[in-house]
């Protein structure tokens, strides 16, 4: 079942609204750090650690070129404040890299399931 927002006939209610959360680490090691604690504690469903990536930007007036890890977290709407709030905690960096992203579309019973998982207990 795909959910597609005003056109899902085969549910009576809509489902609740799911984020994905894009986050950087300086490593691998911490992405894996991050994200096991934000899966354990239930403030994420999933966390897929998606690998190198290289960033570009300018910080504290000088331009860096530095090799991180991005990764994703799916989480349910609900637990967005509470997953950037347990990441800044656990963060290495100053400034952390979290940016919450609305799933728009999915299918139906992956999105029930990051609802479901998404919680204590």
């Known amino acids: 079942m795909v959910f597609l927002p005003g056109k899902d006939e085969e549910r009576e209610e809509a489902p609740m609204p799911q984020s994905l959360i894009y986050m950087t680490a300086p490593s691998d090691d911490e992405a894996l750090r991050i994200g096991r604690v934000l899966v354990e504690e239930h403030l994420a469903a999933c966390v897929n650690i998606l690998g190198p990536i290289r960033s ?11 090799a991180e890890v991005a990764f994703l977290a799916k989480t349910a709407d609900d637990r967005v404040a509470a997953l950037i709030a347990r990441v800044r905690a656990l963060y290495p960096y100053e400034l952390p890299c979290i940016v919450a992203l609305p799933v728009q579309a999915g299918d139906g019973g992956f999105l029930d399931w990051i609802t479901a998982n998404s919680r204590p207990g």
């Open 56 to 66: 570009l930007y300018h910080w504290q007036g000088a331009f860096h070129d530095d």
